[in-house]
């Protein structure tokens, strides 16, 4: 090749670059372009509409698809209870876990469990329900009950509660002594010792008698309880209620069980006017008590009359 060919070549290359200057601010408007790019400004608007959309989402359920989703709730509700339900059956809360008898004085606990035939480990809401029933067989095997109550505690346990007649007295049959209850009723087996604060009944038997002088006994005061030693029934066929006390401070009272307890209720103020121990008698109509020294009569002329007035 000449020189003059190579010359021409050369030229023609030099032509077909651009020039330094013009290639560098090619570059920075590259980089400016990169900063304020078009898939970015892209990007934020898909992010809007997407957001529109998805808030359209939101509350474009069907009123047919709301009742379905309520249908789906109730069904899966009933189905987690019944799960529940069926689990607490099988598990050991189901089951009666322990007895608890209270209020027992003289009666005998075990004997009350297996009166009322309440079961540990069988059904628990089954022998609940027929907490009626089973109230109802404790009082009938035992005399000394006067109430039962069946009631549920610590989710599995029963509890008894008893409330036991008080035992008033004592009668004695045939030299053995018996226990007489608040009910009127005289149980049948003998006590081993008797409360020596208690008064023993004299020539009473179950009845009517009995009945009425435990009414007016009732109405007493705790106080005067204490001091009777002794009571005996005077009944006879005309009079029934005829009655006599004996008491600690040395006096006899004599008088109905249909009139004592309201002529009782005076008897600290009618001994306070005594001059000496003896017997007062309150049988003399429904307010009338007179007494009498133990060493005379009752027509003695020492003998002072008291009118009771309430």
Do not use: C
Request: charged share 30%.
């Amino acid at each position: 090749m000449t020189d003059n060919e190579n010359k021409e070549i050369n030229e023609k290359k030099q032509l077909m670059l651009p020039p330094q200057e013009n290639t560098d601010d090619f570059s920075e408007e590259v980089k400016s372009d990169k900063n304020y790019s078009s898939d970015e400004i892209e990007t934020e608007e898909s992010k809007k509409e997407f957001g529109l959309n998805f808030s359209k989402l939101r509350y474009s359920q069907t009123p047919k698809e709301k009742e379905l989703l309520k249908r789906l709730s109730l069904i899966l509700s009933v189905l987690v209870i019944s799960i529940f339900i069926t689990l607490y059956f099988i598990s050991p809360l189901s089951k009666v876990g322990k007895i608890i008898v209270s209020g027992i004085e003289n009666s005998d606990a075990n004997k009350v469990v297996t009166s009322s035939e309440i079961r540990v480990g069988k059904s628990l809401w089954e022998q609940y329900f027929n907490k009626n029933e089973m109230a109802q067989k404790i009082k009938k095997n035992d005399q000394r009950i006067e109430t039962a109550k069946i009631s549920l505690v610590n989710l599995n346990q029963i509890k008894v509660t008893i409330k036991e007649y008080p035992t008033i007295g004592y009668v004695k049959i045939s030299g053995k002594d018996y226990e007489v209850l608040a009910s009127g009723l005289i149980l049948k087996e003998p006590v081993k010792e008797i409360n020596k604060n208690l008064p023993l009944l004299q020539n009473f038997e179950e009845g009517e008698n009995l009945t009425e002088f435990l009414d007016a006994y009732n109405k007493f005061d705790a106080g005067l309880k204490a001091n009777i030693e002794s009571i005996e029934s005077l009944a006879t066929k005309t009079n029934p209620f005829r009655i006599k006390f004996k008491m600690k401070d040395g006096n006899e009272v004599i008088g109905l069980s249909t009139t004592i307890a309201d002529k009782m209720a005076f008897y600290d103020k009618i001994t306070a006017e005594m001059k000496e121990k003896g017997v007062i008698d309150m049988e003399a109509g429904l307010s009338g008590v007179f007494s009498y020294p133990h060493q005379t009569s009752e027509s003695t002329e020492e003998s002072s009359s008291i009118e009771v007035v309430e």
